[in-house]
T-cell receptor, first 116, second 115 residues
Framework: AQKITQTQPGMFVQEKEAVTLDCTYD???????LFWYKQPSSGEMIFLIY??????QNATEGRYSLNFQKARKSANLVISASQLGDSAMYFC?????????????FGQGTRLTINP | GAVVSQHPSRVICKSGTSVKIECRSL??????MFWYRQFPKQSLMLMAT?????????EQGVEKDKFLINHASLTLSTLTVTSAHPEDSSFYIC???????????FGSGTRLTVV
């Protein structure tokens, strides 16, 4: 079964500091994809970064990087130089095969608050 | 970039009535669309997967007769909440597979309030 776990319900960080949001996953599929999304209070889901299970290098997108440790089944999101606008819910998600169909399964989410 | 338009963004309806939510892929063909439900301060829970021209596949525990999904074309999927009750009040959001190599494009969501 596919499972995504985010163990940090809330994180508080000072502006301009780096922050790491934890994500662990469990799957028996050899091929899968890992995503991070940001959800502001408006509710929209904003794609941040993607990591494929066979990718050799950790993904990076601007201030976002994904610390992918396959053996430990973790895919932590690192946000460098945090900004007030980074305050939002963050969801880790995994694409995998569930009951024969490709689906996207989400973790519980982490609420990030950036303090000025 | 890939865009999914979801309407309405907010709807208030009376208990016992039905509400239709639309999701359209504007610049790509979405062969598969997913419908999620999100309660306040909780994660997104997958309700169903719809494929163009075929019946939707519902997740365990989701009432097929209450949440009717139609994916009549490659660019349009609809979710109809039938005989809505206050407990159906929630945030509903769709996503489409397609538009870019490995990703999912999300609509902006619909906040449903049943009074």
């Amino acid at each position: 079964a596919q499972k995504i776990t985010q163990t940090q319900p809330g994180m508080f960080v000072q502006e301009k500091e780096a922050v790491t949001l934890d994500c662990t996953y469990d799957t028996s599929d050899p091929s899968y994809g890992l995503f991070w999304y940001k959800q502001p209070s408006s509710g929209e889901m904003i794609f941040l970064i993607y990591q494929g299970s066979y990718d050799q290098q950790n993904a990076t997108e601007g201030r976002y990087s994904l610390n992918f440790q396959k053996a430990r089944k973790s895919a932590n999101l690192v946000i460098s130089a945090s900004q007030l606008g980074d305050s939002a819910m963050y969801f880790c998600a995994m694409r995998g095969i569930i009951q024969g169909a490709q689906k996207l399964v989400f973790g519980q989410g982490t609420r990030l608050t950036i303090n000025p | 970039g890939a865009v999914v338009s979801q309407h309405p963004s907010r709807v208030i309806c009376k208990s016992g009535t039905s509400v239709k939510i639309e999701c359209r892929s504007l610049d790509f063909q979405a062969t598969t669309m997913f419908w999620y439900r999100q309660f306040p301060k909780q994660s997104l829970m997958l309700m169903a997967t719809s494929n163009e021209g075929s019946k939707a596949t519902y997740e365990q525990g989701v009432e097929k007769d209450k949440f009717l999904i139609n994916h009549a074309s490659l660019t349009l999927s609809t979710l109809t909440v039938t005989s809505a009750h206050p407990e159906d009040s929630s945030f509903y959001i769709c996503s489409a597979r397609g538009g870019w190599d490995y990703g999912y494009t999300f609509g902006s969501g619909t906040r449903l309030t049943v009074v």
